[in-house]
Antibody, heavy 121, light 109 residues
Framework: QVQLQESGPGLVKPSQTLSLTCTVS??????????WSWIRQHPGKGLEWIGY???????YYNPSLKSRVTISVDTSKNQFSLKLSSVTAADTAVYYC?????????????WGQGTLVTVSS | SSELTQDPAVSVALGQTVRITCQGD??????ASWYQQKPGQAPVLVIY???NRPSGIPDRFSGSSSGNTASLTITGAQAEDEADYYC????????????FGGGTKLTVL
């Protein structure tokens, strides 16, 4: 059973960089066939795709966030990470990591529990 | 604005059938996947591909598609099905699973 777990600070100051890590267990990031993804949800709102990374390091980002987002992978630790720079209160959200299945039947089949990040001074 | 459009809220009587829809141009070419989210919990995949259910998802959940509309049908809705439901599919480039619908709040009466 694949499990994902987000970790990182729950409070970030405005203009600073939000950093989160997702640890994957029960499966290898290097196995291929999946996009390792970050998705967020503003309080009381819907889901917003941030971006994802393939185990090789190839990344894809939401165009609306692209200038501020970096997603990286550490296959030795079976982890992938999110950095979002120059944050504002509008970046306050629950951040989820998820596994995206590559292919015509693509979907997000496993999700972390989510972590609330609040941007406030 | 989202490229996938969902009705904000739908209600169904206990034991009856309900259809939740998702509209978008990309659905003419690509499958939608559907997620159930209960308060304070992470989304859970309930339908993917043409009409596939992950292990553990009851068979009262089914999916279909016609033209630019994908549908999630719950046949014999149960109280525990009350939740938010989101569709997801590829963006207009067709390259990424980067678009979610705005979500539908399902109330079971």
């Amino acid at each position: 059973q694949v499990q994902l777990q987000e970790s990182g600070p729950g409070l970030v100051k405005p203009s600073q960089t939000l950093s989160l890590t997702c640890t994957v267990s029960g499966g290898s990031i290097s196995s291929g066939g999946y996009y390792w993804s970050w998705i967020r949800q503003h309080p009381g709102k819907g889901l917003e795709w941030i971006g994802y990374i393939y185990y090789s390091g190839t990344t894809y980002y939401n165009p609306s966030l692209k200038s501020r987002v970096t997603i990286s992978v550490d296959t030795s630790k079976n982890q992938f990470s999110l950095k979002l720079s120059s944050v504002t209160a509008a970046d306050t959200a629950v951040y989820y990591c998820a596994r995206g299945v590559i292919g015509p039947r693509g979907s997000y089949d496993y999700w972390g529990q989510g972590t609330l990040v609040t941007v406030s001074s | 604005s989202s490229e996938l459009t969902q009705d904000p809220a739908v209600s169904v009587a206990l034991g009856q059938t309900v259809r939740i829809t998702c509209q978008g141009d990309s659905l003419r070419s690509y499958y939608a996947s559907w997620y159930q989210q209960k308060p304070g919990q992470a989304p859970v995949l309930v339908i993917y591909g043409k009409n596939n259910r992950p292990s553990g998802i009851p068979d009262r959940f089914s999916g279909s598609s016609s033209g630019n509309t994908a549908s999630l049908t719950i046949t014999g809705a149960q109280a525990e099905d009350e939740a938010d439901y989101y569709c997801n599919s590829r963006d207009s480039s067709g390259n990424h699973l980067g678009v979610f619908g705005g979500g539908t709040k399902l109330t079971v009466l």
